[in-house]
């Protein structure tokens, strides 16, 4: 069939068929969320949506407070500091494992360890620890991905000339990495942004400005969730809902940007 | 013997540089041509004009006619599709498909509609017999091609051109990924073969072009220096730089 | 020197670490989901349709849910499949780099998209839609299979993608060549040949789009209804695991809540089935991959 030309116009006709029909689709979506939030942009909306975005801003920090070293640490002992060995592998297994794992799970998780066996309350807190852990294996193979293409030789000059392998480290592969650890922290970033079944269950559902990591609080997703099963929540109604729609679609927009940005950027210094 | 390629005038360019000048060639049937001279000659690149092969890469701009059956293939209303089919390709590293054998071989018959299983093992048989692969595969026509050896996986590429029946196969530097062993055998087969086909040789080795070629052309920086039966080309050449090439004062 | 050596065994600490994270959960999902197996039994879980966690005699069988989570993958797979190896096609051989550039952007914004907002798209929309034409059918709410399938093809079509389209641009341009010196036309070398030569990133993208699908929650939520019998047609309303867990964690408490860990524990090794049948299938196409 491929060889006749009316086969070979149906395939190419479906083949664009496809693509278009993908792009009206999330045009579709982004167009629906942009139409509908625009009206409630409004000074009741700010009002709301402050303490949700602090408590969001709170969620990321701790988040990548504790998954930033700890996933950079890790990701330089798994490319210098060891040998593809049977121990690195299972290493590996365990963390690109993590990565597959639905966000339900992690927040099962975070109830039955956080709150229930360790005793600590719903809080923000909380939820910066559960999704520190969502993070870090983006983190760790961002960082990752980064120390691989440093050309093995820039690692074997730095170590010919007598340098030790801390020195390198520190010298030569750090400041060449930035551009991929950023990567993996705009991700990170966005992936919290984003999520709600990993914390819902433990952050609880205040909507005030929180005044310490010990509080409970509403992140914009969460908040966004709540309303829109509850439209009785906000006393905007569900237009609170479009509107943190239309703010949340704006940070993601903005943080796809960013990363164009630092490509670009770091293309530059080269 | 009559001119199966007559080529007038080829000029090539990759965006403003120029590959090719002024090539003008006139290739007999039934017969094997070598195309020799030191790498970035525009050897390789006047191959694949042949079989317009040179579409694929942006940039390339091409003036002038190759005749192919009195037919210039330059032209816009030639199809290279058909052209293909007539004018078979082996390239420097063998690139048997990820398929089995059998596929590999029918792949091109497939393609023109071919769907008659007789037929199509019979294609299978003779290609791979003409190629000298048929009794080391026979066996285990329907397992992987790329368990084969690399001299095997050539001669099944070979043997996949062969199976479109065409009238001209073009190689370009068929063997230099081969082993010697491989690459004699290589060598007996382009012998058998040109009974049947015309066959353009591309190589890097001078030896294997006085081995096997009837006729030889020598490029040098995109221009055909000269054209003549090898054993004139090698034994007594008429321009000095062919001379100079020959002897190894360069290359 | 000593400098080194603190650095080193920080190094270490921190994969070690984050290496037991795994285990550490597996652990904690365990022991709060093996009261109700020991109760009740895995394979009554799996096997019993019955979901009656409340009841004076509590029965927790998850099969319709199972059910509803293989099929809603399934389907759902059947239709972001097809769209996204054939716009993979496209992107990589049929237009050129800029216009590339800009679809793949759009690709990663919907990747980007919290599942919350895709899941209040779909309500608003699909499931509005569904209610209008179809009120007068006997349980129908606009909730559905149908619904949850559309999101759920929409959540995964970002990923496979990606990974298609990485995988075509990794094809070795020898096999094209190949392909059209031998005559083929330009879609013939793609979908003879191309395809064939990144079928295991294809088979990867199949399978990373499958576990994403099954381990939605929010966006499944928002649009499926929570009804808890096998639905008789798409438009009926359905639960599947995931939006089970989500919606009763709530309010269980006791087995009910070690219930739905239990579920959980489930849900993980159905996820490891898939990525077992992947490992399986790279293996038993291996000596053709190149």
New interface residues.
């Given amino acids: 069939m ?3 030309s009316w ?2 116009t149906l ?2 006709l ?6 278009i ?3 009206i ?2 045009f ?3 167009g ?2 942009v139409i ?1 939030g625009i009206g409630f942009l409004n000074k009741e909306l700010f009002k709301e949506s402050v303490p949700l975005i602090i408590t969001t801003l709170m969620v990321v920090g701790l988040a990548l407070l504790i998954a930033l ?3 950079i ?2 990701a ?3 490319q210098i ?1 060891t040998n593809n060995g049977r121990f690195v592998k ?2 590996r297994f ?2 690109d ?2 990565n ?10 975070a ?3 956080f709150i ?2 360790i005793g600590l309350n719903r809080s923000i807190l909380t939820a910066s620890l559960i999704m520190s ?1 969502v993070v ?1 294996p983006l983190i ?1 193979k961002n960082t990752e991905e980064a120390i691989k293409t440093i050309k093995v030789d820039q690692i074997q000059g730095s170590l010919a000339l007598g340098a ?3 020195t390198t480290i520190n010298r030569v592969i750090i400041p060449y990495c930035i551009d991929g650890i950023i990567n993996g922290v705009i991700l990170a970033i ?1 992936k919290i ?5 990993a914390i ?2 433990v952050i609880g559902t205040a909507s005030v400005i929180p005044h310490s990591f010990m509080d409970q609080g509403s992140t914009l ?1 969460t908040k ?2 709540l309303i ?1 099963q509850e439209p009785t929540y906000s006393s905007n109604g569900i237009g609170s ?1 479009y509107g943190i ?1 239309l703010i ?2 704006l940070i ?2 903005l ?2 940007l960013l990363v ?1 940005l630092v490509n670009y950027l770091f293309k530059k210094r080269g | 013997m009559n001119n199966i390629f007559e080529i007038i005038n080829l000029n090539l360019w990759y965006g403003s540089k120029q590959a090719l000048k002024n090539i003008s060639i006139n290739i007999d049937d039934n017969c094997v041509v070598a195309l020799i001279g030191p790498s970035g000659c525009g050897k390789s690149t006047f191959l694949r004009c042949l079989n317009r092969m040179n579409d694929l890469i942006a940039n390339c701009r091409i003036e002038g006619s190759i005749l192919f059956n009195n037919e210039n293939v330059n032209s816009d209303s030639y199809n290279e599709i058909e052209l293909r089919k007539k004018v078979g390709m082996v390239f420097q590293r063998p690139n048997p498909f990820p398929m089995s054998i059998y596929e590999n071989v029918i792949y091109g018959p497939k ?3 071919l769907t008659n299983k007789k037929e199509l093992d019979s294609i299978v048989e003779n290609s791979l017999k003409k190629a000298a692969l048929w009794d080391d595969v026979k066996d285990r026509l329907h397992s992987s091609a790329l368990g084969l050896s690399g001299g095997q996986q050539q001669r099944l590429c070979i043997a996949r051109a062969i199976a479109m029946e065409p009238d001209v196969l073009l190689m370009d530097e068929p063997t230099s990924a081969l082993d010697p062993i491989a690459t004699t055998k290589i060598e007996e087969l382009i012998n058998e073969l040109k009974k049947d086909y015309t066959i353009i040789i591309v190589t890097h080795s001078m030896q294997q072009a006085a081995r096997i070629s009837d006729y030889t052309a020598f490029f040098l920086m995109g221009e055909l220096i000269e054209y003549d039966k090898t054993d004139v080309i090698f034994a007594n050449p008429k321009n000095s730089k062919t001379e100079d090439y020959i002897t190894g004062r360069f290359g | 020197m000593k ?2 050596v603190f ?2 065994t ?3 600490l ?12 597996i652990i ?2 365990f ?2 989901g093996f009261p109700a197996l020991r109760e009740y039994g895995f394979i009554k879980m799996i096997f019993n349709g019955e979901w009656q966690p409340t009841a004076k005699n509590p029965s927790f069988g998850l099969l319709y849910m199972i059910l509803s989570t293989v099929v809603s993958t399934i389907l759902s797979l059947l239709i972001s499949i ?2 996204g190896i ?2 993979s ?3 990589v051989r ?2 050129n780099a800029k216009i590339k550039n800009i ?1 793949m ?6 990747a ?10 779909v ?3 699909v499931v509005s839609f569904l209610y209008d034409h179809f009120y007068y059918m006997v349980g129908v709410s606009g909730n559905s299979m149908l619904a949850a399938i559309f999101v759920l093809a ?1 959540m995964s ?1 970002p990923t496979i ?1 990606t990974v298609c389209v990485n995988s075509l641009e990794a094809v070795d341009p020898m096999y094209t060549e190949a392909s059209l010196g031998l005559g083929a ?1 330009k ?2 070398t793609i ?2 040949v191309e395809l064939r030569a990144a079928r295991s990133g294809i088979f990867a993208a199949i399978v990373l789009g499958a ?1 994403r699908v ?5 966006a499944v939520m ?1 649009v499926s209804g929570n009804a808890i019998n096998l639905p008789k047609n798409l438009l009926e309303p359905t639960r599947t695991l ?1 939006s089970n ?2 919606t009763e ?2 309010y269980a408490s006791g087995l009910h809540q070690n219930a ?2 239990a579920s ?1 524990i489930i ?2 090794i159905m ?1 490891m089935i898939i ?1 077992i049948v992947l490992l399986v299938l790279l293996n038993k196409g291996g000596v053709d991959n190149a």
Wanted: glycine share 8%; aromatic share 14%; hydrophobic share 60%.
């Fill in positions: 491929l060889n006749r086969g070979v395939i190419k479906l083949t664009y068929l496809a693509t029909l993908l792009v689709l999330v579709c979506l982004a629906f969320i509908q070293p700890l996933g640490f890790s330089i002992y798994l500091y299972a290493m365990s963390i494992s993590l597959g794992i639905p966000s339900i799970i992690f927040g099962l998780f109830l039955s360890f229930y066996y852990i870090l760790i030790s392998k801390f966005g942004v984003g999520e709600t079944a819902m269950f997703a966004l969730y829109i809902a729609a949340l679609l993601v927009v943080l796809n164009k | 393609c023109q509609g | 400098k080194q650095f080193e920080l190094y270490k921190s994969i070690i670490f984050a290496s037991l994270l795994l285990l550490l959960i904690f999902i022991l709060e097809p769209i054939l716009s096609v496209c992107l049929m237009v679809i952007f759009i690709v990663e914004i919907l980007g998209i919290p599942s919350v907002i895709v899941g209040f798209f309500l608003k929309t929409l079509l993608i036309n879609i013939q979908y003879k576990g099954i381990g939605e929650t929010m928002l995931t867990i989500a964690m709530s739905l860990y959980g849900l993980f996820i990525n």
